[in-house]
């Protein structure tokens, strides 16, 4: 069984943690002076989505969890599973709402997610970075208005709800930074 | 995440830096405290097995990176040097994170005649006058006590039992693989209950060890249970580490043959013990105290830097682990 040593430990890192594969966020060397050094780290249960701490001995070995990323098509949603495809195999997985954390309000249909399988079913789906998405519905645009601040609510055609800027208009393509929800520029169709 | 060629440190924090060590060499040149270099390679090295130390070759035969230069600083004292200050990088391998690099610099400095509250009180003085902002708040506080107050629980008493209960009362949580390591259960309870407890804005200095951590320090003349040792803490970070020095040759020969004991059980590889270091103490070590000051933290204490790397012109060599 692989495993990894505390010297290995890094963000993004998948280990095994009482049965649940989980994802480290943080780690810190901690060491009281000249004694034993441990490692304090925070995880992310991938199976719960909850954040965990957990300290380790300095040299402890920790199971690996069996877990790879593949980027995969989003398919569609059909109310209680989200459907992902491989876009070179064609094989096609369902993601339960609990694996889409924050990305399915950012996806439209093709948009390519990267889906973390365990043992071959999904646990996480990232969504790209940046998406570019149509407004369906927001107040109508202040003429004239280009470098003022100010922001209104915007409805997305995935659903999601941004901030914009005042001159924003229904049906124009914005582009958004999925990690942090926030719009970026718009997009020139 | 692939380097960049730009250092990880700002100019500014560089700029402070050397402000810092200008003030270091200003203050010992204050009071006649002596400059010195010692090698940084050498064929002997620290038995600690908490330390690991980085390894080379010259001519097939293995030598170390020093992790600090106690050693070879205690036989100049020994030849007759009188007071003596280093600043010296050094090397710790397998020491990486938000507050260690593998590679940093250590100020440390040997008092003779005084014990380790003078040099407590040196230490202070030091620090008043290089902290800016200025810090004025100086706490100290003995080992045991911290242990009375924070856990109602000796160190010096308590067996691994008492202390795994101790650990389950106040709720503290255990990593796997503490075995029946009485000092590790003490260290995880110094890093769980007892730093946190220090001043959040202060420095807080804590003396006088339980004797199995006495490293290189003497045992208390009156109390044999503890050794006299201070650590330094601003916050919950470790800034320096002080002895007043054990000059006696065979109990210090006895210690690092026992840390090599433990490096076997750990599976740990074994150190060459440093001989020079034992005929040094046999011919003569004055009565003195020593203390080491990792500099790179004060700096980000001073600048308020958040990871190690922001006060290391190039902090990122060691960096493809790190987070």
């Not at chain 1, 927001?138 to 470098?147: I, N, Q, S």
């Not at chain 2, 002997?44 to 600090?68: C, G, V, W």
């Not at chain 2, 106690?70 to 507050?99: C, P, T, W």
């Not at chain 2, 506080?141 to 202390?163: G, H, M, T």
Request: with cysteine; proline share 4%; aromatic share 10%.
């Amino acid at each position: 069984m692989a495993s990894y040593s505390t010297n290995d430990f890094r963000g993004g890192l998948k280990l095994i943690l009482d049965n649940d594969p989980c994802s480290i966020i943080e780690n810190e060397l901690v060491k009281p002076g000249k004694g034993q050094a441990f490692n304090r780290v925070k995880l992310r249960n991938l199976k719960t989505g909850r954040v965990l701490e957990r300290t380790f001995k300095s040299g402890e070995s920790v199971e690996a969890a069996d877990v790879i990323d593949v980027d995969m098509e989003f398919s569609y949603n059909d109310g209680e599973f989200w459907y992902f495809m491989d876009p070179n195999t064609f094989e096609q997985v369902a993601a339960p709402d609990s694996a889409m954390i924050d990305s399915g309000k950012w996806i439209k249909a093709q948009e390519l997610c990267t889906v973390t399988l365990w043992d071959g079913s999904p646990l996480v789906v990232t969504a790209p970075n940046f998406v570019e998405l149509a407004v369906t519905e927001t107040d109508p645009g202040l003429k004239g208005d280009t470098a003022q601040g100010g922001t209104k609510p915007a409805t997305l055609e995935s659903g999601a709800v941004v901030k914009v800027p005042l001159f924003i208009e229904e049906g124009e393509l914005l582009k958004i930074d999925t990690r942090s929800g926030e719009y970026v520029s718009r997009v020139k169709s | 995440m692939s380097k960049h060629w730009q250092p990880t440190a700002s100019i500014e924090a560089i700029k402070e830096k050397a402000r810092i060590l200008q003030s270091i060499r200003a203050f010992f040149a204050q009071r006649n405290v002596l400059e010195v270099e010692t090698p940084i390679i050498s064929s002997a090295a620290i038995t600690d097995p908490q330390l690991e130390s980085f390894s080379t070759q010259y001519n097939q035969q293995e030598f170390y990176l020093h992790t600090s230069p106690e050693f070879h600083m205690k036989r100049l004292l020994a030849a007759g040097s009188g007071d003596i200050y280093q600043l010296a990088k050094v090397f710790r391998d397998d020491e990486l994170g938000r507050n260690h690099n593998p590679e940093f610099t250590l100020l440390e400095w040997y008092r003779s005649g005084f014990n380790h509250h003078q040099l407590m009180d040196e230490v202070e003085d030091l620090l008043r006058g290089l902290m800016n902002p200025a810090i004025n708040s100086y706490q100290r506080i003995s080992y045991q006590q911290a242990f009375i107050n924070q856990l109602e629980i000796d160190p010096f008493e308590a067996d691994v039992k008492a202390l795994k209960q101790c650990a389950a009362k106040f709720k503290v949580e255990s990593p796997q693989g503490m075995e029946e390591d009485r000092d590790m259960w003490l260290d995880w309870l110094m890093v769980e209950k007892i730093a946190p407890s220090f001043s959040k804005e202060g420095f807080t200095f804590l003396y006088d060890y339980p004797a199995s951590q006495a490293c290189l320090a003497r045992l208390d003349k009156n109390d044999s249970r503890k050794a006299n040792r201070f650590e330094l803490f601003y916050g919950e970070l470790e800034l320096a580490n002080g002895f007043y020095e054990l000059t006696d040759a065979d109990e210090q020969a006895k210690r690092f043959k026992n840390d090599n004991k433990i490096r076997q059980q750990r599976q740990q590889k074994l150190m060459p013990i440093d001989d020079c270091l034992l005929d040094a103490l046999n011919s003569g070590l004055p009565d003195c105290s020593g203390v080491a000051i990792g500099i790179d933290r004060i700096l980000m204490l001073i600048i308020g830097a958040k990871h190690i790397k922001d006060v290391i012109s190039f902090g990122d060599e060691f960096s493809e682990n790190s987070i």
